[in-house]
């Protein structure tokens, strides 16, 4: 199945060589069908079937980080921040990172990235009835719909791109996503990694720089992302 879909990301521009820079390295990305940069506005719009986390990673390649802003239409797409709740790890609870967006009437993409994992390990990804992590993977019920699975390297680092058919967005949000080794996805275990699945920006849906909350910027928020251990 061919998909297409529009992301937005937040880029440090500081001139049009870095304009240049980053429009290179994404030109060679296949799947990318059109780049847009506003150097104004530091942010750059990508459209195509490459996946978000790839898109990340070609302009870090660059030397500049980057984050995503929306994808997607408007209540179209989801997020979910993927921790370990073995006590063992709590100084750098985060594992990965899962984006669902929805591609067409009746498909959706899931964006799946894994770090610090048992190396060299296929995982399986699976939505969960319940919401309810306060046990971490022990609390969130049987299973809603298995998603796929993503093999991590040498490093315990892995990504997967998977098209998933009849899984509308506003069916899972609010529900918890489990990654874990059994691949019929019904035993749970401590050490799998769990989170709750909730709503992102659609493109153009979030411009702000600046949470309204903390007052921190984009970037700052960014660097605590990263230190929590969030590629």
């Known amino acids: 199945m061919t998909v297409s879909l529009s992301t937005v990301f937040a880029v440090p521009l500081h001139?049009?060589?870095c304009v240049t820079d980053v429009n290179g390295a994404l030109n060679k990305v296949d799947g990318i069908e059109n780049v847009s940069i506003d150097l104004k506005k530091q942010l750059v719009s990508v459209q195509g079937s490459a996946p978000p986390s790839v898109i990340v990673k070609a302009i870090q390649e660059t030397?500049?980080?980057?984050?995503?802003?929306g994808s997607g239409e408007p209540n179209s797409s989801a997020v979910c921040i993927l921790e370990t709740h073995e006590p063992a790890f709590n100084s750098a609870p985060v594992r990965g990172?899962?984006?669902l967006v929805k591609a067409s009437p009746t498909a959706t993409l899931v964006d799946l990235t894994l770090s610090g994992m048992k190396p060299k390990t296929t995982y399986y990804a699976s939505i969960r009835t319940a919401g309810d992590i306060s046990r971490g993977p022990l609390s969130t019920g049987s299973s809603y719909k298995s998603i796929g699975s993503v093999t991590v390297d040498e490093n315990g680092s892995g990504q997967s791109f998977i098209v998933k058919n009849e899984l509308p967005i506003w069916e899972v949000i609010g529900r918890s996503m489990v990654v874990g080794a059994d691949k019929n996805c019904k035993q749970m275990f401590l050490?799998?990694?769990?989170?709750?699945?909730?709503?992102?920006?659609?493109v153009w849906e979030n411009e702000k720089?600046?949470?309204?909350?903390?007052g921190k910027t984009v970037w700052?928020?960014?660097k605590e992302a990263v230190a929590k251990g969030m590629a």
């Open 63 to 69: 030397g500049r980080d980057a984050i995503v802003r």
């Open 220 to 222: 700052e928020e960014r």
């Open 191 to 202: 050490s799998d990694v769990v989170g709750v699945i909730a709503r992102s920006a659609g």
């Open 15 to 17: 001139c049009d060589d």
């Open 209 to 214: 720089t600046v949470c309204s909350c903390s």
């Open 97 to 99: 990172l899962a984006r």
